[in-house]
């Protein structure tokens, strides 16, 4: 039996999962230990949450460290100690300095959510659907101080159809991600995987998304509206700013479909019945499917409407 691989994983999203499941199953791998970040607040409360690698962790019965510094000397001389041949990271979240990048006897691979050098940064799930993308996958990537500038070993693409949701795409790679992790692992050890160079002249870039991100601009195209809403699913959400009944309010569009025969100003209301709730966008108009509202269930647009019981209502563009 080949040795096994031994691995210290470094994870704190959703994506990262699959992937953590996949090495605690594998008999061809030796699981050191596991890192993630710190415990945050979140919902109304503000009450201290553990990142989904955190839950799955413990769900899985296996140690977690909440590392608050992972360039921290005491936590590269633990690692040293374990002398792991690679430290994986998939949506880690903390930057990585060469010391630690140099530690591991084959050095550390990041699984990056896009097709690099496409989509370098922060939020590559979010950006492909939100630019409409038809195309996008996962890579392996060797672990340099650039950010996601490192040579790729392997790259897995799949093809988008323009119906994918953040959430569920996100899924879907982590999934092929955690399919294919222990082979790519198994070729860098055995040298039948070499890193390749990126085209940086190709480079692309996502930051960070931001609550503000989800703010929907009437004035945009209805298409590129729908998108967001599907991009910012489940956060930060695609909303708008509703006025009625002398209130104002924001209402989240859960799903929505693009009318490009109808026009009318941004933000006007086309058609508000029992059967449609459209709106006027930059080119073309978006029928809202689904919606939610603060404290309310998610709903079918036309029951929100009902709910207003005729009521005037506008949606600014500039707020």
């Not at 599907?230 to 989240?252: D, M």
Request: glycine share 10%; net charge neutral; with cysteine.
């Amino acid at each position: 039996m080949p040795e096994k691989i031994r691995i210290y994983f470094l994870g704190s999203g959703a994506i990262a999962v699959p992937v953590l499941r996949r090495l605690a199953a594998s008999e061809e791998v030796e699981l050191l230990g596991i890192g993630t970040q710190l415990d945050r607040p979140a919902g109304r409360g503000g009450r201290l949450t553990p990142t989904p690698v955190g839950s799955a962790s413990e769900e899985l019965g296996l140690t977690v460290e909440r590392i608050p510094r992972v360039n921290d000397e005491a936590f590269l001389e633990r690692l040293r100690q374990l002398e792991p041949h690679f430290l994986l990271v998939v949506s880690f979240g903390q930057l990585l300095k060469k010391p630690l990048l140099e530690l591991p006897s084959y050095g550390c691979v990041n699984i990056h959510a896009s097709l690099l050098p496409r989509y370098r940064g922060a939020s590559p799930v979010v950006s492909v659907i939100r630019n409409g993308e038809t195309r996008t996958g996962i890579s392996f990537m060797k672990m340099e101080c650039g950010l996601d500038t490192g040579p790729v070993y392997e790259s897995v693409p799949v093809e988008l159809v323009g119906t994918e949701r953040a959430d569920r795409l996100e899924r879907q790679l982590g999934e092929m991600a955690a399919e294919t992790v222990v082979p790519v692992l198994r070729g860098i050890m055995t040298g039948r995987l070499h890193p390749v160079e990126q085209d940086h002249g190709c480079a692309t870039f996502c930051t960070k998304i931001r609550k503000s991100d989800g703010w929907i601009d009437w004035r945009r195209p209805a298409r590129e509206i729908e998108a967001m809403t599907r991009a910012y699913a489940p956060w930060p959400g695609a909303c708008f700013l509703l006025q009625t009944g002398g209130r104002e309010f924001p209402v989240t569009v859960i799903s929505a479909a693009v009318h490009p025969e109808l026009s009318g100003a941004p933000g006007e209301v086309l058609r508000r019945d029992k059967h449609a709730w459209i709106i006027g966008c930059g080119d073309g108009a978006l029928e809202l499917l689904t919606v939610s509202a603060p404290g309310k269930r998610e709903m079918t647009a036309t029951a929100f409407l009902n709910g207003l019981r005729g009521a005037e209502m506008s949606l600014p563009v500039d707020f």
